[in-house]
Nanobody, 123 residues
Framework: QVQLVESGGGLVLAGGSLRLSCVAS????????VGWFRQAPGKEREFVAR????????YYADSVKGRFTISRDNAKNTVSLQMGSLKPEDTAVYSC????????????????WGQGTQVIVSA
């Protein structure tokens, strides 16, 4: 079992930045690919970014490409999401998820999920 806890959300003005963290416990995170997803009120969960086991490969949704950066520190069992140039449409609950056997943008491929952290971007 892997337990994931997100932090770093909050209220920010449009154009601002936030850094989200996802800390794992229970097992070493280096065995898992990690993804960030978000869900806005009344909308379906959507993929944001993913990073492979070693941190070599990353992939982003078009909506965040060039503004968000995903990274990991396996020694600290942590994956981060640096978010910049934030827009009101980035407002959502952001969740991290871990996948043991897949490196995917599909939420169905992920085995473990955190509870999420709220990000609100004010215009």
């Amino acid at each position: 079992q892997v337990q994931l806890v997100e932090s770093g959300g909050g209220l920010v003005l449009a154009g601002g930045s936030l850094r989200l963290s996802c800390v794992a416990s229970g097992r070493t995170l280096s065995s898992y690919a990690v993804g960030w997803f978000r869900q806005a009120p009344g909308k379906e969960r959507e993929f944001v970014a993913r990073i492979d086991w070693g941190g070599t490969n990353t992939y982003y949704a078009d909506s965040v490409k060039g503004r968000f950066t995903i990274s990991r520190d396996n020694a600290k069992n942590t994956v981060s999401l640096q978010m910049g140039s934030l827009k009101p449409e980035d407002t959502a609950v952001y969740s991290c998820a871990a996948a043991r056997g897949a490196y995917s943008s599909s939420s169905t491929r992920y085995d473990y999920w955190g509870q999420g952290t709220q990000v609100i971007v004010s215009a």
